[in-house]
């Protein structure tokens, strides 16, 4: 507050947590991370807390984080309470649960459907990058953000078929696209794939120390394309052709299908032949007997 004087007054920074009242939240905190969860077991989450813990050892030292404050998930159960509590991207991203979770940087805190260790450590590794490139200048791409996030996750988790179809069929996004995360469902989630692709390759190929001389780089206020011009000793377009001839032409069978889809899907397809076979009976009875019309 400054007032017609010049004077000037600043009130201490404080932060106002809200939380739906409709539930009962329960917390607890271990390692850098604080969970928020209500109509969940204690063990349970105590159990999932432990493992993405773990997990993100090596998040930390390949960011080179040593000292980083708790930071926060808040965890909502189903599609109904998660359309209340992420923020609007679209419609259709909306009605499609097009997007598991939201991490806030600014904030140190994400929002999470449902407790999942994938989950929570793909975003606490946003929040972990937002913490080590802090600087007003560091600028870090969405396909790396993004990537590097997936990366740190158990599996490709199919990622790396809907890359190959991709490649087979010429269908990649380039890398000069993917400066912005893309709108329609499809194109998502060819972006996520290639991200998460692009990355793997950069780490399991040039290893993690680049990737963290990569990343220092940023937080150092260069750009990507002179970064990786610093650190790979190629362009991006150079890394990305050497990405693209890494990438499997041939057919990657695809995860195993859920039991309860596979047993849903086999009930409807034998009822509908079932229905088909009396459909056929019938018109081969009607074919062999007299046709029985109006009468004149």
Same mark, same amino acid.
């Given at each position: ?10 009130s201490?920074d404080f932060s106002?947590e809200y939380?739906?009242p409709?539930?009962?939240w329960?917390?607890y ?9 209500h109509d969940r077991p204690?063990?349970t989450?105590?159990a999932?807390?432990d493992?993405?813990?773990e997990r993100?050892?090596s998040?930390q ?13 808040v ?9 209340r509590?992420f923020?609007v ?6 009605t499609?649960h097009l997007y598991?979770g939201?991490?806030f940087g600014d904030? @140190? #805190?994400?929002v999470?459907?449902g407790?999942?260790v994938d989950?929570?450590? =793909?975003? &606490? +590794?946003h929040l972990?990058?937002d ?8 600028r870090?791409?969405?396909w790396?953000?993004?990537?590097l996030?997936m990366?740190f ?7 790396d078929?809907?890359v190959a179809?991709a490649a087979?069929s010429d ?7 993917m400066?912005r995360?893309?709108?329609?469902p499809? @194109? #998502? ?7 998460w692709?692009l990355?793997n =390759?950069? &780490? +399991? ?7 963290a001389?990569l990343?220092a780089?940023l937080a150092?206020g260069?750009?990507i394309?002179k970064?990786v ?11 990305e052709?050497?990405w693209k001839?890494?990438?499997p032409r041939a057919s990657i069978?695809a995860?195993?299908?859920n039991?309860?889809v596979w047993g849903?899907?086999a009930?409807i ?8 076979a ?5 018109w081969v009875r009607?074919a ?7 009468s004149?």
């Open positions: 507050i400054k007032d017609a004087e010049g004077n000037t007054f600043q201490p106002l939380k739906d409709a539930y009962e329960h917390r905190q271990h390692g850098v991370i604080e969970i928020l969860w204690r063990d989450v105590v999932v807390a493992s993405v813990n993100l050892e998040v030292g390949l960011l080179g984080l040593t000292d980083v404050g708790p930071m926060k998930a965890i909502v159960n189903g599609s109904r309470e998660a359309r509590s923020p991207v679209s419609r259709t991203a909306t499609s598991g939201f991490a904030l @140190d #805190v994400f999470l459907g407790l999942d989950g929570m450590v =793909h975003e &606490m +590794t972990l990058i913490e080590a490139l802090s600087s007003p200048w560091a870090i791409p969405p790396l953000n993004e990537g996030a990366y996750e158990s599996g490709p988790r199919g990622r078929a809907i179809r087979r269908g990649l996004i380039p890398l000069r696209n400066e995360i893309p709108g329609r499809s @194109d #998502v989630r060819l972006f996520y794939a290639e991200s692709s990355v =390759h950069m &780490m +399991t190929t040039h290893g993690e120390r680049r990737m001389e990343l780089a150092n260069d750009g394309r970064a011009i610093g650190v790979y000793g190629t362009t991006l377009e150079g890394l052709e050497e001839a890494g990438i069978l995860p195993a299908p039991p309860g849903t899907s009930i397809t034998g009822a509908v032949a079932i229905a088909i009396a459909v056929v009976i019938r009607n062999i007997s007299p046709h029985e019309g109006p004149d």
